[in-house]
């Protein structure tokens, strides 16, 4: 029996299957580590898929790519198992040049219709200039082949017709939980992640060969939940992440 995850409005039942779809190693965990968390302790089964490998996240030339690819697979997986996750799938597109193709889509609907998800969450499909990092031409393809894939090739039995081929029957996502996007009233979700806090940094602390460099990582990161959750009018003391919700039935 599913349980439920804490949030601005009240508790809300969690969903059996949710899929997480980002560009790089870590985007998951600094969007979301804490929600994925309280997810998993309510009961639901969730999945990653990482659109790259990050194998252009680090100014180290002395390593190739293919290892860092290597490494920063590594500490996902180590991150992913801190807040209980276990089935990540790779597409291995290359860091730096992801495009909102038909291909990303086909590959993006080929896991969504494996996963069979009720609630996909991705990354914002605008930019904002306050924070240049979540500007990543990355981001913005991978929410933007991700939007497309659950509406409407997921669902449609003639959309990549090679995905029917290999087994892979239509599905239909009912929510996508868009990180970080502003939207009016009411389309807003703000998942209290006080109790998960704690696993989320040491989600983060996994991807080393990225979070090494931040100095302060934990205080940082109280900060920008500390304000997600003010900003939601939540009680002092709480630490939230926000999401735009939108429903896809």
Not at 93 to 100: A, K, M, S, T
Not at 107 to 112: A, L
Not at 221 to 228: F, I, K, M, R, T
Request: with cysteine; proline share 5%; hydrophobic share 40%.
């Amino acid at each position: 029996m599913l349980g439920t995850i804490p949030t601005a409005t009240g508790d809300r039942t969690a969903p059996e299957r949710v899929l997480v779809v980002v560009a790089h190693p870590d985007d998951v965990d600094f969007g979301t580590a804490g929600t994925m968390a309280a997810l998993v302790s309510a009961g639901s089964n969730v999945s990653y898929c990482l659109v790259t490998s990050g194998d252009a996240g680090d100014d180290d030339l002395t390593r190739t790519s293919e290892d860092l690819a290597a490494l920063r697979q590594s500490e996902q997986k180590a991150a992913a198992l801190a807040v209980g996750v276990e089935d990540l799938h790779w597409l291995n597109y290359p860091d730096g040049r992801v495009e909102n193709s038909l291909a990303l889509r086909r590959d993006i609907s080929r896991v969504i219709r494996l996963v069979r998800p009720n609630v996909v969450v991705t990354q914002p499909t605008s930019a904002n200039w306050d924070r240049i990092y979540g500007a990543h031409p990355d981001h913005l393809a991978t929410a933007w082949a991700t939007m497309a894939a659950v509406y409407p090739d997921a669902r449609n039995p003639r959309s990549h017709p090679e995905l029917l081929a290999e087994g892979h029957e239509p599905h239909t996502v009912s929510e996508v939980w868009m990180m970080w996007m502003a939207a009016a009233e009411g389309t807003m979700m703000h998942v209290d992640i006080t109790a998960t806090f704690d696993k989320k940094v040491e989600a983060l602390r996994c991807h080393s060969s990225q979070t090494d460099r931040i100095e302060n990582l934990e205080e940082l990161l109280l900060e920008w939940a500390s304000g997600v959750a003010a900003n939601a009018s939540m009680e002092p003391g709480c630490l939230a992440e926000g999401f735009r919700v939108i429903n896809t039935e």
